[in-house]
């Protein structure tokens, strides 16, 4: 799995002019699914989103997690994470055919409600409008294989 994972103020997804998601402080998750992965995969990589410590403390050091800030995230289905770049037009090839990619992206949001996170989404394989304010900016590129 593959995520860019953005420390937000707010954030908010749209389809067809109606907001389907919104939060407030929190993280903005673009998830994108690859063909290897599997529910492991999804657990090992909320755990590390959810107790990534960049949220100011006190003093103004990135010291707290989502959780000790209280906030939520709004997670995005994001298939061009795995984008073959080598010709002018990206190839999608690398992503996960949508059916495994559609059950780990939910599977994934629910390990994250049941770490007691407070989760928005967008629609799996809609044309979304992604709003942000971003908090920083605080932008972190997380790769299950590298992790």
Request: charged share 25%.
């Amino acid at each position: 799995m593959r995520s860019v994972v953005t420390r937000v103020k707010s954030a908010s997804v749209s389809i067809d002019g109606e907001v389907k998601g919104a939060i407030g402080q929190g993280f903005l998750v673009l998830l994108g699914v690859g063909p290897e992965d599997t529910e492991a995969t999804a657990d090992k990589l909320a755990e590390k989103i959810c107790n990534v410590r960049v949220f100011s403390d006190e003093a103004g050091k990135m010291n707290l997690s989502l959780d000790q800030v209280q906030g939520d995230m709004l997670v995005i289905s994001q298939f061009t994470l795995y984008a073959d770049l080598k010709k002018r037009r990206p190839g999608f090839s690398h992503a996960a055919p949508p059916d495994q990619a559609n059950r780990l992206y939910e599977y994934f949001m629910e390990q994250l409600r049941e770490k007691g996170v407070k989760v928005e989404h967008g629609e799996f394989g809609a044309d979304m409008q992604v709003a942000s304010v971003n908090d920083g900016p605080v932008t972190l590129c997380f790769d299950t294989e590298a992790l």
